[in-house]
């Protein structure tokens, strides 16, 4: 008897692997974290503005994937810790551009650890996380 596609079976998914792995590897950060003080995603926002300092905020929500009414708690509080500034721009008042302080900057370094950590949970090779990234990118682009 051969057994028909079930299109809502929850193995028949690429949706289910994605999320899964996605909270695993979420998860496996927090310990490394913790001693900095940071949630994953105020750690993926200093990542982008430790590359990309003095941008504008919808700048760094299109490099995170992240709207404003997600990011502007966010930021408040990284602004709170005396990580970063928000000010608006002189060039158009509308835009608030995100800059980071000496104190974020300087945590930078202690945040140097934690991808040779992550690396080392993730039990994968070099040559599969660089094609596995790779495919998460494409579909990234696809869907944006």
């Known amino acids: 008897m051969s057994e028909e596609f079930n299109p809502l079976a929850l193995d028949n998914q690429l949706c289910f692997p994605l999320y899964a792995a996605a909270k695993e590897v979420t998860r496996r950060y927090k310990p490394l974290l913790d001693p900095l003080g940071l949630t994953y995603t105020q750690y993926i926002t200093m990542m982008a503005l430790w590359e990309h300092d003095g941008i504008p905020v919808k700048e760094l929500g299109d490099r995170i994937y992240l709207d404003s009414a997600t990011l502007t708690p966010l930021l408040k509080r990284l602004e709170?810790?005396?990580y970063l500034r928000r000010e608006r721009s002189a060039k158009d008042e509308r835009s608030v551009i995100i800059s980071l302080t000496d104190e974020g900057r300087a945590l930078r370094d202690r945040a140097l650890e934690v991808p040779v950590a992550m690396?080392?949970?993730l039990r994968i090779d070099?040559?599969?996380a660089v094609e596995l990234k790779s495919l998460l990118e494409s579909l990234l682009h696809t869907l944006g």
């Open 80 to 82: 709170s810790r005396g």
């Open 126 to 128: 070099h040559d599969e």
């Open 119 to 121: 690396g080392g949970c």
